[in-house]
């Protein structure tokens, strides 16, 4: 093919790739991509699953025989943990974002007829479903160790369904991070302010049970918001049906926040 004839292409596949179908395959090719990956770091994503899988043993086991809570402990633990499970593992995507900033992959990408923000749909896709398989292991082990869900098929949708929309919101602020902090080394740094995050929340104890000061603090926490939800949701001890819509609201308006600013940022690299 001549010169012409590349570059017309180009420019047609360029054109295209503004149409909802092109963007799609773009998309789907970039989500093809990330999970690829998997397959070449199994050890990454096994100590993904099995982080959260371990915590849960041990505030159920030794941390949870000093908590006293309205039901059996593990009953309230479960939910607390399948929320947190939402914010863990943010670095290993703000990881793989400024790697492949810093190789200029991004860049390349960037250059070739392809859809705007593809690359960071199909990160975001790949950790989706990476937490999805999450949520269903610790799930799964949590019934192991005696929790159980009493709220209904439809009830255990929607519980799962707010976890999701939590940890989708905590993605795109993690893409937004990665694309300010730019290089590997730095998110070292940013993924320290995952765990007083996760940590100052009702995941293992309720606010009930601490100073005031704390235990507002904590009920302000769109993860306790979340937490509260799905435990009602689950017929579980420790939830409300009045944080039903916090649990929605909070995750939205982070999404209206940091998915245009990451979107943004995004679009001004290399400029």
Known sequence: MSAVGTTEAGAVRAGAGASPAYALSDCLTMTRRELAHWARQPVQVLVGLVFPVMLLLM???LVGGGRT???DYVDYLVPGMLTLTMVFGLEGTMTAVTRDLEKGVIDRFRSMPMADGAVLVGRAAADML??????LVLAGV?????WRATGGPASFLGALGLLLLLRFAMLWIGIFLALVAGRPELVQAVQILVWPVGFLSNAFASPDSMPGWLGTAVEWNPMSATA???RDLFGNPG???G?????VVWPLALLLLFFPLAVRRFGRLGK
């Open 69 to 71: 809570v309205d039901g």
């Open 239 to 241: 939830g409300e049906p």
């Open 130 to 135: 990476q937490s999805a398989v999450g949520l």
């Open 243 to 247: 944080h039903l819509t916090a649990a």
């Open 228 to 230: 509260t939800a799905v």
């Open 59 to 61: 505030f159920g086991y």
């Open 142 to 146: 949590g019934y192991a160790i005696g």
